[in-house]
Each structure stands twice: as C-alpha cells, then as structure tokens.
C-alpha cells in the first residue's frame, strides 16, 4: 500500500507552518521540503537506490532533520548513528549502510542535485507502507546494541495511535531532548511530519534549555522525558507550563512520588510503555491522572497480552516485521500485569529477576519503593551471588543530601511496603547510576 509522502503533504497544504526548531534556527516545512528533496537529489547521484542503508552520524538538529526526510523521499532506510558512541560502537551500527554520513557532508543540498533528481523523474511523492524507513538500534542494556527495522507502516500507525492515545492540537509544539538515535527520539520528528506540527529538537538534555522552552508564553505543547530528567526539572523550579498539555514519560519505571510532585507543579503527566520493536508506545497513560503510574491501556492499534510467565506480549501494525515470533507477537523479555481495565503496569525485565531463597524479586518494584523516600533522587537494585541465599538483592542509591539518610533508614522504609524477602540486603550509596542516553539503567554494569 502507497500514501501520500509525508512532508510532501505538509509542505503542501502548511507551507508557512514551523517544522523544526532548533537552537541554531529553524525550518517552514516549504523550507524543509526543498532541502530534504534537494538531499534526495545528492543521493540519487551517488547511485543510492530504493531500501538503500543510509547512516546519519548526525547530532539532532536541522542537518539531522533534512537528512532524514531526504533519505525517507529517496525510499532509502536511515539509520541514525549516535555520534557519542566510540569509534567501535559507531561502526558496528552503520555496518551494512552504502553511505555513512557526517557532520563534514552539508545536508543544506545543492539546488543541482534536486532539479537532477526531479529531471529524472526521482522525485517521490508517496511511501510504500511495507518498505524500511529507518533501522534503529536497541539502547544496548542487556547486551550489544541490535539493528531493528521500522516500517513506513510502522511509523504511520505509531503516530495515528500516539494521537489517539493523547490529542492532537494543530499547533502542536512536540519538545524533544532525547538521542534522535534511539525510538523515542526520532519518533518526535516522523510524527511531528506525518501531523503537520512542529517538533522543537534539542541536541541534548540541559535542564535551563528545556525549562525555558517550557516556560515560554509560546512554548512546548508536548515534551518526552525520562523520570530523571523530569525530576531534573522539577528541581529547577518547573511549575504551570504556559502551554504544556501533558509530558509524556516513559524509558524507565515512574516512581508515584515523581507523578504526584509533578502534579502539584502543575504538570500533566503521561506515563507510558514503548520499546524499539514496537516503534516507540505501546501504551499509553490518560495525561494528568496523578493515580496513574507506568500504567496504561494499549494504543487503540496495538494488542498486550501477558503470557504465563509473565511476559509482556505485543501484537499489531505497530511491531516490526522482523521482531516478531512465530506465534505472531513481539515477546518483549518484560515483565508486567493486566488490571480489570486492561490497563498495563510494568514490573521489571524477565532475565533481571533475582531469584533470593526460591523467591522472585522484580528489581523495579524495589526500586519504585525506595523512590518513595523523600531522600532518595535514584535507585537501582540487582542480585549479587550469595551462599545462604543464592542471590542477594543489593540496592544502590543517589541520595539528595549527603548524610540525609542511613542505609537501615532505607532498609526499613522497604520493610513497611515489600515482603520481607524483597528488602535489600545491602544499600550502596553511589554518585549517580549508569544510564544509557536514553535514560535507561545499565543494570548489568552494576551487578
């Protein structure tokens, strides 16, 4: 099946409307047309042809973002390269790409390379929602980073979903300080064209940049955050965005304190559910319902089931051809629960489970104990081996004040809300945890 291309369409009927904002300017998505087609043109004089492997070792911004429209109007698959990955690291994700792209390669485009490409009759105005539009690679928490293709298909039913699940207003500002290699972070920019809206990219996360965006008479309407960098902000004085509608959050567990802190901020929290696989949400949490933490219902596109053991299952338009099992659904190594309102809570990975004296422990149902301690600003629990119980669970935290707590204060407050089992037996007091660009905890580092 074919559809319109998606900043084609925009360009056409919002030629004036703002596509991209960066600190370095911004882009009219007539502005952002005639680059990206002009990029296209580049490649198509380099011999790149439809399913190509294009890799973007780009950091976000204008650059980034007409590359990657111009390889989506080329039918070349992008795939982004984060460029504070090391040498090795890098290679390793742009293996298999025909082109490898770099911040010395001006994605400005030449006005030849456009008129060359539409001269020849290159010039595409649809996608095939069955080809590749971007291979993204896992953040690499369990293991080496793994390729993952995404469909136009893919990235078309995401973004109808994501808008269902949280309205859409026709100016909608979606603020982004999340890697542009990773899911979440891309995600903004092909939504944000697919929507005709403006996506506002940062190229990293710095709490006054992002406090100023959201603080703004004309500010962000949406922002994706991870609880560390929304506890960031709060810290900094976020309170009664001007124009925020809900900050969605997702990458980690929510701890309950961190919702009901944003929303006496003044802070419309969406907890949500998402993975590389299933190309960003799976589910997605109503905005601002403080008695809601990690929990939500599907996307109205996208299947959850929970298997036996306890898996999270995934099915739909959503899940990369390629991620999915015989059986016909994306079995996601998490570990979860349904309520009656089929509604999904996230209790931790299935090859993270401690097993101490016979008994399972989810690492992520502690820690979400332990950041109910006023003192605590981030946790992470993991076994350690242990000759009386086979594995010990073994807790480190950042605290807020140095000297603020003990670690049997911490043991305690465990006490009164986990079996007996489940409270660490040690506590650690470390400077900060190992978390990957995305936020995501580096568990295996610590353990």
Not at 112 to 117: S, T, Y
Not at 291 to 301: E, K, N, R, S
């Amino acid at each position: 099946m074919q559809v319109d291309a998606w900043l084609a369409r925009a360009a056409a009927r919002h030629p004036e409307r703002q596509a991209v904002q960066t600190a370095a300017g911004a882009l009219t998505y007539a502005q952002l047309h005639d680059r990206a087609r002009g990029f296209a043109g580049w490649l198509a004089a380099q011999g790149v042809r439809r399913g190509d492997r294009i890799a973007l070792h780009l950091p976000a911004g204008l650059d980034f973002a007409v590359a990657l429209h111009g390889c989506l109007l080329r039918g070349a698959a992008a795939v982004p390269v984060d460029p504070r990955l090391s040498e090795r690291e890098r290679q390793q994700v742009a293996a298999g790409a025909r082109l490898v792209l770099g911040a010395q390669r001006a994605c400005s485009s030449p006005a030849e390379g456009r008129a060359r490409d539409v001269a020849e009759g290159r010039d595409r105005a649809w996608h095939d929602l069955d080809a590749a539009a971007a291979v993204i690679h896992t953040s690499g928490t369990t293991g080496d980073p793994k390729p993952v293709e995404l469909t136009y298909g893919n990235w078309l039913w995401s973004a109808l979903g994501s808008a269902v699940a949280l309205g859409l207003d026709p100016r909608e500002r979606w603020l982004g300080a999340l890697p542009v290699a990773h899911v979440g972070g891309l995600s903004i920019l092909v939504r944000s064209a697919i929507y005709a809206t403006t996506a506002v990219l940062h190229e990293r996360f710095e709490t006054e940049a992002v406090l100023d965006e959201l603080m703004a008479p004309g500010g962000a309407t949406l922002v994706s955050l991870v609880p560390t960098t929304l506890a960031r902000l709060l810290d900094a004085g976020l309170h009664d965005p001007p124009r925020l509608r809900c900050a969605l959050l997702g990458g980690a567990p929510v701890p309950t304190e961190l919702v009901r802190r944003a929303s006496r901020a003044g802070v419309a929290v969406s907890p949500t559910y998402g993975l590389t696989e299933a190309c960003s949400q799976v589910t997605t949490a109503p905005a601002g319902d403080g008695a809601v933490v990690d929990a939500g219902p599907p996307l109205f596109c996208t299947r959850v089931s929970v298997a036996g053991d306890g898996e999270i299952l995934v099915a739909g338009p959503t899940v990369a051809p390629g991620a999915r099992a015989p059986d016909g659904w994306l079995h996601t190594g998490d570990l979860g629960a349904l309520d009656e309102r089929g509604r999904l809570r996230v209790t931790g990975r299935l090859a993270e489970t401690i097993i101490s004296g016979g008994e399972n422990v989810a690492p992520a149902e502690v820690e979400a104990a332990l950041l109910e301690h006023r003192a605590v600003a981030d946790a992470a629990v993991y076994g350690r081996r242990d000759p009386q119980w086979g594995q010990a669970v073994v807790a480190s935290v950042v605290v807020r004040d140095a000297g603020g707590v003990t670690a049997e204060e911490l043991r305690a407050h465990c006490a009164e809300r986990l079996a007996p089992y489940k409270v660490p037996k040690e506590v650690r007091f470390v400077d900060q945890l190992p978390r990957t660009p995305a936020g995501k905890l580096r568990r295996r580092e610590l353990a």
